[in-house]
């Protein structure tokens, strides 16, 4: 009895689907002051490789919604480059995914007539 229970766990486990175990990105993106409009693009892609020589790997993408709010999926936990597509220009930060949900509140600023990403 108990090694069938153990065997049923075993093979419940091998049966979820890859992105049980992924990460989540998520959080709300203001700019001056207000939230961010809806359907700007927000991209994440993981970084791999040597830090010498770093390669991107898309992850996924969405829009902001009414809130300015997005959420993203990372399958595998590590370093990721967040990316913002506004005003035919773009501002990218560094995050980390990990197995939990991760928030990450940022703030779109301009200087010097470019954009600029951070945490809040």
């Not at 207000?34 to 970084?47: F, H, Q, S």
């Not at 790997?57 to 506004?86: H, M, N, R, W």
């Amino acid at each position: 009895m108990r090694n069938q229970r153990l065997a049923l766990v075993i093979l419940l486990s091998c049966a979820l689907p890859g992105s049980a175990f992924a990460g989540r990105v998520f959080g709300d993106i203001k700019f001056a002051g207000k939230p961010l409009a809806a359907g700007v693009p927000v991209r994440i892609a993981r970084v791999t490789g040597e830090e010498a020589k770093p390669t991107l790997v898309a992850a996924d993408s969405t829009g902001t919604d009414q809130y300015g709010s997005y959420k993203l999926t990372v399958k595998e936990p590590g370093k990721c480059l967040l990316t913002i597509l506004y005003e035919k220009q773009s501002a990218s930060l560094e995050v980390f995914s990990y197995k939990e949900a991760t928030r990450y509140d940022l703030i779109l600023d301009k200087a010097n007539g470019k954009l600029v990403l951070h945490r809040k």
